[in-house]
């Protein structure tokens, strides 16, 4: 059974280059299209959520917090996508239980390298 | 494709600049918003992680000045001057004609950029934070020399709920070399006080490998800050202490320390391994007969004896076994050359994946697994992995993989191979199935009894021959190997998604675990592992099914056989027998026996030559009365049965028997 990734991402050019990538990496791939959204499709069990930091509704560390304190979501690796400017936030993601991070902007590989590192 | 993204960025991108403006004129009129202002922070933030994203650098690094200035401005570190919310309105429009000369209309000044971001800068008090480190991809190992690192890792408690899963890792280590590793488990507290979801463990590790340190650190790059962690360097001398291999070359014809490795293993010949096991068998035996004694005679004086001597007979015997134990990586690696060769002969593009290469088996079964492997790979190259037009036509990445796993599970060893190759599919299976008259049209069974199938003799779905597997040796002979060593097999698989056969095998060979049964005043030992049930059989159910060897077992109808007919033992007829239920390769059957003494853990002793070609017996284990007690094998003697009786076909049972595969 091929594995199941979230991508959070309020930009449909973002969340359509991560759907390809890893679809072309042999993951099955759900689209949310911002935190609020993504809780709402965390229905069914997911391998993996790689979100952005910025995103109206529910941004990328209010999402990771809401998914913590649920029992079934402990444990579900998360990767932030961040921009080079971002360490401060990048820590605060950390810091409220992202598993790693992606910097943007990234290569297809360097996305499949960061999502195999997490997930084996 | 890569245009599609542009065109889609290049949409998104001007329904930014437009929220952008929106939030900049709600700004001017409304003063210092965070809320509004966060609106244009994510609009320029979008902007700038696409734009760099499908190469529009230009855009990116332009509006990245931007953002900067509206992230402090978010801080409250800059007040929303009109300076700024002009300026900011200069520069969507410029976003604007720098996406239009994107798109081939007109040109965008670039003069003008320079221009904005100076004026920015001045607006903004200078002073840039300090840029995150991308994770680096581990480099190759390019000419650098073998090193070796001490690494000693102990993540925080909470790590394992952030997703970090220590054992990816440790196998991101392994991937950069040779890796000796050593589990700290001294921080693990008492049981009551375990919290699942904590981690209380910490490595320490060696890692033998070419590769920079640094990519030794990027392997730990998400945990830095939630672990304790150091890498260091190890000296040359000390580095073979603690690690099981052999030296380089090198350092041994230097003379250095040549010498300090002798000690730690010995070779032995298989056949002295072989006899020693006899032996404890033989003491295992011996001890039998003495605690019975012992108990019989009822002096604490002997018993004591009796009970260390049993103490220390099956310590040795755990000792003995554990000496044939082998790690299956040499078996393991052996099909590294096989997929390699295959891939070219097939042309496909497969990749091996192996996981649990340590994993220890006895040395017989190991032997005796070799040829099932080769079978199940080869099934996977053929059958299983597409060519890389195919896959790619089925969204799938060109080249394949194959997995091979082993790991322990209780006293059974688990082996998987899978490969994400096109899978069975189940609705194919059973029209060949019900072709080949395994099946009945109308049968209604699982999916998984359907997979099953595939294991069933002459049962083949390849549509064309070639030259490696389906050439009429199908999965049976797998299926027969596997059960020879007394494990199950079972099937998964995802029609396109790829397919997965595990094993599971018995550690060893040399100890059967059994149920000892009693006919007339003779012994048999029937393999535990495929018992399913013990049930009464009265001389009311004789009656009710008119002799015909049936029996209705809450609604099952179960065929049994007489051991005292079958092996001729005369002895009067008890009033109440008992059945044994056992699962067998032709469905569910039972064995009528006079008495169930219990289970039987022994040690297997062959028969010798003058024995080999009976069949339905697979070995002999002496009691601890000194009597002889035989080891059926239930699936021969079903065979012998059915065939000696008619020439009915028994494949309707096929449907039956697969199921209970994994059934214990």
Known sequence: ?120 | MIDQYKQTFQDEARELVAELESALLELDERGDDPEVIGRAFRALHTIKGSGAMFGFDDIAGFTHGLETAFDRLRNGKLAATRDLINLSLAAGDQIKSMLDEAAGRGVADQRRSADILAELQQLTVTGSEPDGATPVLPESATNRPLRDWRIRFRPKAGVLVNGTNPLLLLRQLRDLGSLHIDLDTSAVPPLGEIEAERSYLAWNLVLRTAAAPEAIRDVFIFVEGDCELTIERQPELAADVGISEPPPKRILSNGSVAGSEASTSVRVSAGKLDQLVNLVGELVTVQARLSEFANGRGETEILEISEVVDRLTSALRENSMSIRMLPLKTTFERFRRLVRDLSLELHKDVELTIEGADTELDKTVIDQLNDPLVHLVRNSMDHGIETPEVRRAAGKRPSGTIHLSASHSGANVVIRVSDDGRGLDAEAVRARAVERGLIDASARISKSEILGLILAPGFSTAREITELSGRGVGLDVVRRSVEGLRGTIEIESEAGAGLAVTLRLPLTLAIIDGLLVRVGQAHFVLPLANSLECVELTQQDIRETHGRHIANVRGELIPYIRLSEYFQIERPQPDCEQIMIVDTEDGHYGFVVDQVLGDHKTVIKNLGRLYRNVQVISGATVLGSGALALILDPHRLVQKVVQSTSGKRQAARWSGAVAKQDSR
């Open chain 1, 1 to 120: 059974m091929p594995k199941v990734i979230l991508t959070v991402d309020d930009s449909a050019s973002i969340r359509q280059m991560v759907r390809y990538t890893l679809s072309e990496g042999g993951y099955s791939v759900i689209e949310a299209v911002d935190g609020k959204d993504a809780l709402s499709k965390l229905t069914m069990p997911v391998n993996l959520i790689i979100t952005d930091l910025n995103m109206p509704n529910l941004d990328g560390i209010g999402l990771i917090k809401t998914l913590r304190a649920k029992s079934s979501c402990k444990g579900v690796p998360i990767l932030l996508l961040t921009t080079e400017s971002q360490e401060s936030r990048r820590l605060e993601g950390k810091a409220a239980g992202a598993t790693g991070w992606i910097v943007k902007p990234f290569v297809p590989q360097q996305l499949l390298a960061v999502v195999k590192k997490v997930l084996g």
